[in-house]
């Protein structure tokens, strides 16, 4: 019989059948970690836009802030998550033109008290492009006369509007525009959905309604005061949709259906909501 070879001294002996099982047990492992990881990744997928569900004493409507103009898109977003929006009126509301809201002195105004001169502190550089224009449930950056056209930090309006012949963008480019021309597509909208025309080149746009367009039809309707102001109160609520909330609008929105399986859930708790 063949004596075995003693143990090295000082040292732990592990016989070679286990050294190689524990070898196997971590690749498996590492295996098991790069297939989570993978798999998270494919989970986590990030929308392509941003969106903010705004609700109002009447209804509720979802915004989509566009890629095009990132400081007034991740400014919008900073001060809705943070609640500044909440509970704030509504304060200047021309019907056929716009509602325009976010002046935070309107949370505890008093009845027919002059509103829209507060803000957070800042502006936002103008972010105005010849494609981003005035359509009907578009949102723009109200601002002062600044000559840089900076738009307020806080407050917006939502174009309501009214269609336009081509004979009127004919008169508006001639008396109003400077020279200015509108585009094929300006045109196409105004003379089908309607907007406000006049604004374009002058204020930041910076998203646009895709859902509840009536509500502002309903906030411009309401009875206002000789400054323009809602005899009743009209007050907003806003949050951002989370990651799950957006990526299923945008499935939907490619005649998908909206994802909120187990697994889908299961991989969304190691992802944040918000993105």
Do not use: W
């Not at 103008?126 to 009907?136: G, M, N, R, V, Y």
């Not at 309903?218 to 909330?245: F, H, S």
């Amino acid at each position: 019989m063949n004596k075995q070879a003693d143990p090295p001294a000082g040292g732990s002996y592990i016989p070679l059948k286990i050294k190689k099982s524990i070898i196997i047990l971590m690749k498996r492992i590492a295996l098991l970690c790069l297939c989570i990881l993978l798999s998270v990744s494919a989970f986590a997928k990030t929308p392509v836009f941003k969106y903010i569900s705004i609700t109002t004493d009447k209804g509720s409507c979802l915004l989509k802030l566009y890629n095009a103009t990132p400081l007034h898109r991740d400014n919008f977003v900073k001060l809705v998550r943070t609640g500044y929006y909440d509970n704030l009126l509504f304060h200047r509301v021309i019907n056929h033109f716009m509602v325009q809201g976010g002046d935070p002195d309107s949370r505890y105004a008093a009845q027919g008290q002059m509103l829209g001169e507060g803000g957070p502190g800042y502006t936002v550089n103008a972010e105005i492009q010849d494609t981003l224009f005035h359509k009907k449930g578009a949102i723009g950056a109200a601002r002062d006369n600044n000559p840089a056209k900076a738009s307020s930090g806080s407050q917006f309006y939502l174009v309501d509007g009214r269609v336009f012949t081509e004979a009127a963008l004919d008169s508006l480019e001639q008396f109003k525009m400077k020279g200015r021309k509108f585009s094929e597509a300006q045109r196409k909208i105004y003379t089908t959905i309607g907007g406000t025309p006049h604004l374009d080149g002058n204020y930041t746009v910076f998203g646009e309604l895709i859902k509840g367009g009536e509500v502002v039809d309903q906030i411009a309707a309401v009875k206002t005061d000789k400054q323009d102001r809602p005899v009743d109160n009209v007050k907003m609520q806003m949050k951002p949709l989370t990651r799950r909330e957006a990526l299923n609008l945008e499935r939907e929105q490619q005649g998908l259906k909206a994802k909120n399986d187990f697994i889908t859930r299961f991989f969304d708790i190691f992802s944040s909501q918000n993105y």
